[in-house]
Nanobody, 126 residues
Framework: QVQLVESGGGLVQAGGSLRLSCAAS????????MGWFRQASGKEREFVAG????????YYGDSVKGRFTISRDNAKNTVYLQMNSLKPEDTAVYYC???????????????????WGQGTQITVSS
């Protein structure tokens, strides 16, 4: 079992930056591919970014490419999401998730992830 705890959310003006962190419990963090998803009010949850187990590969949703960067520090059991050039449409609850399948690829599909954090709110004002 893995517990994920997100932090770093808050209110930011359009054009600003935030960095989210997701701390994982347990000693097997490095075997999980990790992902960030978000869900805006009244909308379905969507894939934002993913990073492979070792961190050598990343994958981004089209809406955040070039603005967001995902990274991980396996020594700290933490995955990060650096968000730059934020837009009002980035407003959502952001969730981190862990994929325990040991697949080498990064999945953008929610059902591929086995563990989820509680979410952290990001609000971008115009």
């Amino acid at each position: 079992q893995v517990q994920l705890v997100e932090s770093g959310g808050g209110l930011v003006q359009a054009g600003g930056s935030l960095r989210l962190s997701c701390a994982a419990s347990g000693r097997t963090f490095s075997i999980y591919a990790m992902g960030w998803f978000r869900q805006a009010s009244g909308k379905e949850r969507e894939f934002v970014a993913g990073v492979s187990r070792i961190g050598g590969s990343t994958y981004y949703g089209d809406s955040v490419k070039g603005r967001f960067t995902i990274s991980r520090d396996n020594a700290k059991n933490t995955v990060y999401l650096q968000m730059n050039s934020l837009k009002p449409e980035d407003t959502a609850v952001y969730y981190c998730a862990a994929d325990r399948s040991r697949r080498l690829t990064i999945s953008p599909i929610q059902s591929a992830y086995d563990y989820w954090g509680q979410g952290t709110q990001i609000t971008v004002s115009s």
